[in-house]
């Protein structure tokens, strides 16, 4: 695949944002491969990604965000450059559901996930011959319900270690602890059922099912210090009805949750979510 520069970036909406960074490439012979924009009226606030073919630019990485850099802080820009030939390290979560992380991990060993996957990091046992098959690290974590915080003081020793860009939490089935969240905002990602708030707890698939309801969807989106409250990535539903047993209901539903999860991890893998306050934009 060819090589490019994605650039990213929000700010204050105003007259001639696109234009000047539209000239700031062309004035340097870059070639826009690719280019996404949103203003939205309701915060006056500005969004945009662009593709940038590297070949086209006649300096270096590092040169290119210098070179960008006061046009950012003209526009008080969030901003970043990437370099798409440099894959993202993402370390994965799980606890005793095997679903999501089989999936993540078919991805990433078939390439369709263009990312690293240093280790998976699980406070059970159970899914390690599965991890190791695919020759990726599998560190087991046990959790005394007694007392958490070795347990946490050690996860994060491990995603520290492990150098990882994103955090991936597929059925991990614990919350983190604040100060996690904290040490990486927009950088872990977890996968929940869309009942929430209305079936928590235990089984919420059977008490779906014994109100009758007629939809259930998985919900993709970034931790913060809120349980299940940060902003979403990506959402997805089916339609079920009263033919539809408790644990056909499961079965959908896993279905969605790793289909789900692995689009929100491919759009955030490429640049595509730009987050503002509790709301994303997402350029698919």
């Known amino acids: 695949m060819e090589r490019r520069y994605r650039l990213v970036l929000s700010c ?18 870059g070639s826009i491969a690719d280019a996404n924009q949103h203003s939205d009226p309701t915060t006056n606030h500005f969004f945009m990604r662009v593709e940038i073919s590297a070949s086209s ?4 990485f590092e040169a290119l965000k210098e070179a960008f850099d006061p ?16 894959p993202k390290r993402v370390v994965l979560m799980a ?12 991805r990433y060993h078939s390439d369709e996930l263009f990312c690293e996957i240093p280790c998976v990091i699980s406070n059970h046992d159970k899914l390690r011959s599965m991890v190791e098959w695919h020759g990726v690290p599998f560190f087991h974590v046990p959790v005394d319900p007694a007392d958490k915080q070795p347990h946490f003081d050690q996860v994060e020793r491990l995603i520290a270690e492990h150098q990882a ?9 614990q919350i983190l602890p604040q100060n996690l969240c ?31 309801v007629k939809l259930i969807g998985a919900t993709c989106h970034y931790v913060t210090e809120e349980l299940d409250a940060g902003p979403i990535i990506d959402q997805d ?18 279905d969605i949750e790793k289909t789900a999860l692995a689009r929100g991890l491919r759009w955030h893998l490429e640049d595509r979510v730009l987050v503002h306050g509790n709301k994303t934009v997402v350029f698919a």
């Open 237 to 254: 539903v089916t339609r079920v009805s009263h033919r539809d047993h408790p644990e056909e209901m499961v079965r959908l539903g896993r």
């Open 182 to 212: 904290k040490h990486y905002p927009h950088r872990i990602i977890n996968i929940h059922h869309s009942f929430l708030p209305s079936f928590a707890g235990g089984k919420p698939y059977h008490q779906a099912h014994e109100r009758g």
């Open 165 to 173: 860009d994103v955090v991936v939490l597929a059925r991990y089935m």
């Open 12 to 29: 204050p909406d105003r007259v001639g944002i696109v234009s000047m960074v539209s000239n700031f490439i062309s004035s340097h012979g």
């Open 95 to 106: 606890s005793r559901e095997a679903h999501c992380l089989a999936d993540l991990l078919y």
């Open 57 to 60: 630019i006649p300096f270096s």
């Open 71 to 86: 046009i950012a802080r003209s526009f008080s820009m969030e901003w970043n450059i990437s370099d798409s030939s440099k």
